[in-house]
């Protein structure tokens, strides 16, 4: 089966940048879904095919792609940006994967 | 705008089977080119997919999974469910139904999802 692994969390001071890394075997060779997930909440696509956005979501979002690690980049990181972030994938024989999921704190 | 809204029993006994609908609002299940699918969170745990089906009844089910579900659809009614048999307090979990959009290439993010729905394996 595909796995995804990604940082248990990740820390960082409002106004700097914040990466989150996907990593999973030749990943780079997949389209990578990343989604943002707050407390009670029902997650949101926040970046789509790498690097897209979807409407509604800020330019501070974005992502790459590459060899075996993906990675969502959140700019600019305000508070409300504070949540659980997964990573997810389409495998021809895992079908959908969800990344393990990375606390973001914003100090 | 597109709403999925989840549906069924909060309380789930063990050895039973889990049941749930997804009714699909503000567009039509029948739209080609998207898939509909279940993904569970038990508490404080990841995401875990569990399954999803095309308008046609064409499914994908995760194989760790796929021996205790079945997921199916109803055209006339908007509406796609899941059935999970054999349940344990494993499958205690919130549950949520999700759109997918797809083409030839692969299947793109989950741009859509309900509100999910809280359901309790216990006896």
């Known amino acids: 089966s595909y796995v995804l692994t990604q940082p248990p969390s990740v820390s960082v001071a409002p106004g700097q940048t914040a990466r989150i890394t996907c990593g999973g075997n030749n990943i780079g060779s997949k389209s990578v879904h990343w989604y943002q997930q707050k407390p009670g909440q029902a997650p949101v696509l926040v970046v789509y095919?790498?690097?897209d956005r979807p409407s509604g979501i800020p330019e501070r979002f974005s992502g790459s792609n590459s060899g075996n690690t993906a990675t969502l980049t959140i700019s600019r990181v305000e508070a409300g940006d504070e949540a659980d972030y997964y990573c997810?994938?389409?495998?021809?024989?895992?079908?959908?994967?969800f990344g393990t999921g990375t606390k973001v704190t914003v100090l | 705008q597109l709403q999925l809204q989840e549906s069924g029993p909060g309380l789930v006994k063990p050895s039973e089977t889990l049941s749930l609908t997804c009714t699909v609002s503000?567009?039509?299940?029948?739209?080609?080119?998207?898939?509909w699918g279940w993904i569970r969170q038990p508490p404080g745990k990841g995401l875990e997919w569990i399954g999803s089906?095309?308008?046609?009844?064409?499914?994908y089910y995760n194989p760790s999974l796929k021996s205790r579900v079945t997921i199916s659809v109803d055209t006339s009614k908007n509406q796609f469910s899941l059935k999970l048999s054999s349940v344990t307090a494993a499958d205690t979990a919130v549950y949520y139904c999700?759109?997918?959009?797809?083409?030839?290439?692969?299947?793109?993010?989950?741009?859509?999802w309900g509100q999910g729905t809280t359901v309790t394996v216990s006896s």
């Open positions: 999700a759109r997918t959009y797809y083409d030839i290439l692969t299947h793109y993010g989950m741009d859509v």
């Open positions: 997810q994938v389409w495998d021809s024989s895992s079908f959908y994967v």
């Open positions: 089906i095309y308008y046609s009844g064409s499914t």
């Open positions: 095919d790498d690097s």
């Open positions: 503000g567009g039509s299940i029948s739209s080609s080119s998207y898939y």
